[in-house]
Structure formats: structure tokens, C-alpha cells
């Protein structure tokens, strides 16, 4: 399968980009109140764009913006032209309502359909996806792009992991797609069952929806065998398929960006900063219709950049470190739940399954606790004799090294608790909140 605008030359995708942000403000300053009140205020047209550079004199949209339109303030057709709604699935205040008419809805299953192929899918192959169905986008989202695709589609939805694994054993899907914290899950339940990866059928997974990283890509290929990669999106701007892997070079995703162009912005001032440097994610819908968004805050941390030896032609992001909310501060250190991930990687004998509870004294973050799992099959292998003092001696060293590494690389204080494999509450299915409040 072959998407020829993913190859286009950048001269020419700008030009293609520079008149859909021209197209995108005009339609905005006939149809949208909001829009046309904030262009009024700053004085700009949708003449006044000559190249993509001019978009940074436009103003930039948040979620609080969405929240206090809520449910339909920001439509830009009326209701009886949506042909589905969405909503984003926030855990606190109102949600975010997203509309689709049905060119929005083809769209978003053209993106989709790139990404899974991008991810090594192709047509005729069985996706088992296990992303969750209803408001949330991913369920429905990867179902209509992969038929797009010409899959054959396995509407499972998330939970229930026994019968999943039941299903991927009889039905030998060769795509997976779910939550990385979900693929977790599988993996452990078919390590469970004493199922090896080369027993299992599955060739691509494709997981997002939540910050990972390397360490966990390359536990889930181990486990499963097979090829882990990255899909990104968020509701208000279309759902899964804004971003996504390459199963053959990893490492970053692709930014649709004939659709979703992207810009970096620093967190505090908000000006854009250069390719390489991290900051916030900040994306325009370049062609939506019921609810296009300019310059959306996403509030993920990343960074863009161009990759020469890659495929296409479309810029790369890297792996999304966190959202700014997520942000810990441990006696001044900025820390993301992903930089301790990321440092389990370094460590031999821990499986990626962990929670990080802040502790606090006077209302101060001075260190995080961690509980985190033990490799089941790399304790058996440890020479020492068992027995309950050596096994309690042996944790506490475990514990202390593990505690060293995460300060080496971290630089913050933790408290590490080892559990035994399979002891801590599993993902079932969607995303995984790794922050507990005491
Ligand atoms: O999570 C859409 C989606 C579904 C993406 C399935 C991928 C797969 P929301 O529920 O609106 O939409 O949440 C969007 O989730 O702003 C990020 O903070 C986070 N997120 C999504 N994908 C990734 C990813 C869907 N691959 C929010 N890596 C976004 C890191 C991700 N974070």
C-alpha cells in the first residue's frame, strides 16, 4: 500500500500547507464566532498569509477554550451536518467535545488507515483491536481505518484479558492494536499461560494513547515477538492517527503534516522554538470541517525534527516525554513519570510495571516511591540460597541499586519497594495513571 502525499518534496508540501492555513483562517473568519472575535482583536487576516512562518501572528487555542464552549460552541456547521461526535476522556471538569462531519470522519480513517500501514499493517491482515470502543477515539478510530485499509477487524474493545488472549491464540491476528500499558497486560497473561513468543501469531503492534518508552517497546518484543510502534493523536484535534511509527526505523513518528501542522512552543513564553529543541506540541487542523482548531496547546512534550535517512518526507517527532501535567517537581528537578521508564531500561531484573507516589514533607515534593515489579524468570536465576533472610537481604540490595541508577540518571531521591511478578494492579484496559497521591 502506497500513500503518494507522504513522499511529496517540502517545497511542495509547504506550498500545499501555506494554502490550506489560508483556506483554514478564511473558512474560520466566515463561520466561527470564536475565531473571529480573537482575529479582530490581534488584527489578522487570512491575507495576511504568504508562508507557514505567518502563522505564529495567529493566536493560539486551548482546552479551556473548548471547555467553555462547551458542548457545541466551536462547531463551525450546524449539528444536523456532524455525522459522529467524540469526546476527549479528561478525568476531571466537563469534556471535551469534539464533532465530525463526514468528510472529517473519511479523514480521520485516511490518517488512520497511513498509520496503520505505516506500521507495518496491510491489507487482508487481521487487527485485534483492543482499544477501548465508545466516546473514546481509539476504539472506533483504528476500526474505520483499518478497513479503510482493506483489514479484516477484530472490534474486541479493551478488558476482559483472559478472552483476549483466548481470541489471539484461536483467530492468529497479525495486528494488535491498544494501550502500551494494556499490551503489558497481554504480554504478562500469555507469559502467564506459558505461551512463548514464537507461538503467538501477532507481527505489529501498534500502541499510543499514553507517554512510553524504549524500555517498554522492548519488553512487549520480547514477550510477544513481534514489532512495537508508536501512534499519536488526541480528540480535539481528530484522534489516534496524527502522528505515527515506521515499524522499520522507529524512534519517532511522523507528523501527518498535509493535515496537522505542527509547531513547537516554548512552555513559558510561547514562542516557537527551533527543530531539535523540546517544548510544547502545539497543532492546527490544516482541513477539518465541523470543529477545525488553530494552533491547539496539546500540553505534550516533544520535540520535531527532520530525519534524512527516513522514508518520507513528512517531519518526525520524538516519543512524547509527558504531558505538562504530569510533570513532577522533586526538590526542584523537573521529572516526567517517562524519565523513570525510560532509566528502567538500564536496569536488569525489573519488569516495566511501576507507580510513582510523590513524598511530600511541608507540602514539598522530596522524593518519589516507587513500586515496581521483579523479573520472575531473572529472580529464579539469582544464586543465592532461599530462604527468608537471604531472599529479605537480597530485596533490600535490589531495592538500594535500583534506588542508586534512578539518582544517577534522574538525579531525585526515590524510595523503591520491589513486588513480586504479577503483584501490582494491572492496566485493564485503557490509559494508566502511574501517579498516586498519597
Ligand atoms: O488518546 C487518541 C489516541 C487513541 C491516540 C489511540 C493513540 C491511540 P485523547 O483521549 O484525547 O486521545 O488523549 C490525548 O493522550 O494529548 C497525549 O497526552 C496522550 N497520548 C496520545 N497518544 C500518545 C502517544 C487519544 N502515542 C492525549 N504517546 C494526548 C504519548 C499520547 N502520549
Redesign the pocket.
Known amino acids: 500500500m502506497h500513500f503518494p502525499v507522504e513522499y511529496l518534496q517540502r517545497d511542495q508540501l509547504r506550498a500545499l500547507q501555506s494554502e490550506r492555513l489560508r483556506n483554514l483562517v478564511s473558512y474560520l473568519e466566515q463561520k466561527s464566532d470564536f475565531y473571529k472575535a480573537k482575529f479582530k482583536s490581534l488584527a489578522v487576516r487570512a491575507e495576511h498569509i504568504n508562508s507557514m512562518e505567518d502563522i505564529t501572528q495567529f493566536p493560539i487555542t486551548y482546552k479551556h477554550d473548548l471547555r467553555e464552549h462547551y458542548p457545541f460552541g466551536l462547531l463551525t456547521v450546524e449539528k444536523e451536518a456532524l455525522q459522529r461526535i467524540h469526546c476527549?476522556?479528561?478525568t476531571t471538569g466537563k469534556p471535551?467535545v469534539v464533532g465530525y462531519t463526514r468528510e472529517d470522519i473519511n479523514l480521520f480513517s485516511e490518517v488512520v488507515a497511513r498509520s496503520l500501514n505505516a506500521g507495518g499493517a496491510q491489507p487482508g491482515m487481521l487487527l485485534h483491536n483492543a482499544?477501548g470502543y465508545g466516546i473514546?477515539?481509539?476504539g472506533l478510530?483504528?476500526h474505520y481505518g483499518a478497513e479503510k485499509l482493506g483489514m479484516n477487524v477484530l472490534p474486541i474493545s479493551a478488558g476482559m484479558t483472559a478472552r483476549q488472549v483466548d481470541l489471539i491464540m484461536d483467530f492468529k491476528p497479525e495486528v494488535l492494536?491498544c494501550?502500551?500499558s494494556y499490551a503489558l497486560t497481554i504480554a504478562d497473561e500469555l507469559a502467564k499461560r506459558g505461551i512463548g513468543a514464537d507461538e503467538v501469531s501477532l507481527k505489529y503492534a501498534?500502541?499510543?494513547?499514553?507517554?512510553?518508552t524504549e524500555t517498554v517497546r522492548n519488553h512487549i518484543e520480547q514477550q510477544m515477538g513481534l514489532h512495537v510502534t508508536?501512534?499519536?493523536?488526541?480528540?480535539?484535534i481528530i484522534?489516534?492517527?496524527?502522528?505515527m511509527e515506521d515499524w522499520e526505523e522507529k524512534g519517532g513518528?511522523y507528523i501527518w503534516e498535509d493535515h496537522f501542522f505542527p509547531e513547537i512552543l516554548d512552555p513559558v513564553t510561547r514562542l516557537p522554538v527551533p527543530y531539535g529543541e523540546e517544548g510544547v506540541l502545539v497543532l492546527t487542523t490544516l482541513t477539518k470541517k465541523a470543529m477545525p482548531l488553530l494552533r491547539y496547546w496539546?500540553?505534550?512534550i516533544t520535540s520535531l525534527y527532520y530525519d534524512s535517512d527516513a522514508k518520507r518526507s513528512m517531519v518526525k517527532m520524538k516519543?512524547?516525554k509527558?504531558?505538562a501535567d504530569d510533570m513532577l517537581i522533586v526538590r526542584g528537578v523537573n521529572v516526567y513519570p517517562s524519565q523513570i521508564e525510560a532509566a528502567f531500561s538500564h536496569i536488569k531484573g525489573i519488569v516495566p510495571h511501576y507507580y510513582l507516589t510523590p513524598i511530600e514533607k511541608e507540602s514539598m515534593c522530596i522524593g518519589l516511591e516507587i513500586d515496581v515489579e521483579i523479573d520472575g524468570v531473572w529472580l529464579k536465576a539469582q544464586p543465592f540460597e532461599i530462604n527468608h533472610s537471604a531472599y529479605m537481604d537480597f530485596f533490600h540490595r535490589f531495592a538500594e541499586s535500583i534506588e542508586k541508577e534512578i539518582k544517577r540518571r534522574v538525579g531525585i531521591t526515590t524510595k523503591v519497594k520491589i513486588h513480586p511478578e504479577g503483584a501490582l494492579p494491572k492496566c485493564e484496559g485503557g490509559?494508566i495513571n502511574r501517579i498516586l497521591k498519597k
Open positions: 476527549s476522556t479528561g471535551t482499544y473514546f477515539t481509539g478510530g483504528l492494536s494501550s502500551p501498534i500502541l499510543g494513547s499514553e507517554p512510553w508508536n501512534i499519536y493523536g488526541l480528540s480535539e484522534g489516534p492517527g496524527v502522528a513518528s496539546t500540553n505534550d516519543n512524547i509527558g504531558r490509559k
